[in-house]
């Protein structure tokens, strides 16, 4: 099953000064190998491109992943709002 957001590709955008670019994250506890322990992260770190600096993000609350430790990002896009 596909989520909104998900299937689009990256297209490229300039920001201008103030403005803010955004990304989706999604996860589903999913354990698909109860001889692996499950995954519970504390934070995001995020970089708007690979080799670009990073910040790490607190979600505010754990990130269960169960034991597939996969996590999935939209590509970014200039913020609406």
């Known amino acids: 099953m596909a989520s909104a957001g998900f299937d689009q590709p990256p297209q490229p955008f300039t920001l201008r000064k103030g403005e803010r670019a955004v990304a989706t994250v999604l996860w589903r506890n999913l354990v698909t190998d109860p001889t692996v322990v499950a995954t519970d992260g504390a934070y995001l770190t995020v970089a708007p491109a690979a080799g670009q600096p990073a910040e790490d993000v607190d979600p505010d609350g754990p990130l269960d992943v169960g034991n597939t430790g996969r996590i999935g990002v939209s ?5 609406t709002t």
């Open 75 to 79: 590509a970014w896009r200039k913020a």
